[in-house]
């Protein structure tokens, strides 16, 4: 850093006198020569420095090559198409999602109850008067986060998640209420297209949603 430079960080930090004699000290010290490590542990670092950027390259490769097997595995799937079909749903993140909901056709004989399962459906408590909407926390964590990361790719790849998304938002929702809201709606689009086999349509997915807004203007 130049003085001058080290003069507006003293002046920000709040110190008001002799900004410059301290800028020069500050230089100064900068400038003077450091501790320096004896050879040995220098070749030592240099070593373990080395060695990290090899084991660092080796895992790069056997993940490449990890990615590369479970798309071929998946891809031989007969839900895949379905699966790939979806707005965010890639190859690993798809096989994610269909690991953990499992491909027996009778599991779920609802949407909702996938959406229980996948712990994106609301709870709601009544007691009396009172009655509260709460997330749900006995949940599958590993397809929970899944289909949160499918819910936020879908953002920019689908008009109808995204006009969705930005209703939540608008109603009062903060982003992390209003993109699990989103993640259940795909839940339950998802287990739409599974029992009808069927691939997703954007059109056919969200032409309600279009209509009931058409129908409040």
């Known amino acids: 850093m130049s003085v001058p430079q080290l003069r507006t960080a003293l002046t920000r930090a709040g110190r008001q006198r002799n900004l410059q004699q301290r800028a020069e000290q500050i230089s100064a010290a900068l400038r003077t020569a450091q501790l320096?490590?004896?050879?040995?542990v220098t070749a030592a670092f240099a070593a373990t420095t080395r060695a990290a950027v090899g084991i660092i390259g080796e895992l790069n490769r056997q993940i490449s090559?990890?990615?590369a097997t479970l798309a071929d595995r998946f891809k031989q799937h007969p839900d895949a198409p379905i699966y790939l079909s979806l707005p965010g749903l890639g190859?690993?993140?798809?096989?994610?999602v269909l690991g953990e909901f499992g491909d027996d056709p009778d599991r779920y004989t609802s949407a909702k109850s996938r959406k229980n399962y996948a712990g994106t459906s609301p709870l709601t408590i009544a007691s009396g008067r009172k009655r509260a909407v709460l997330a749900r926390h006995v949940r599958n964590r590993r397809l929970y986060d899944a289909i949160d990361q499918w819910a936020f790719c879908s953002l920019s790849l689908s008009p109808g998640c995204r006009?969705?998304?930005d209703h939540r938002r608008t109603a009062g929702d903060?982003?992390?209420?209003?993109l699990p809201a989103l993640g259940n709606r795909l839940v339950g689009?998802?287990?739409?297209c599974?029992?009808?086999n069927t691939r997703y349509d954007e059109h056919t997915a969200w032409a309600?949603?279009?209509?009931?807004?058409?129908?409040?203007?």
């Open 65 to 67: 090559d990890l990615e």
């Open 208 to 217: 309600h949603r279009t209509q009931d807004q058409q129908a409040a203007a």
């Open 91 to 96: 190859d690993v993140l798809g096989a994610r």
């Open 189 to 192: 689009i998802l287990h739409g």
């Open 194 to 196: 599974l029992r009808h």
């Open 36 to 40: 320096a490590a004896p050879d040995p």
């Open 163 to 165: 006009a969705f998304y």
């Open 174 to 178: 903060l982003h992390h209420q209003a």
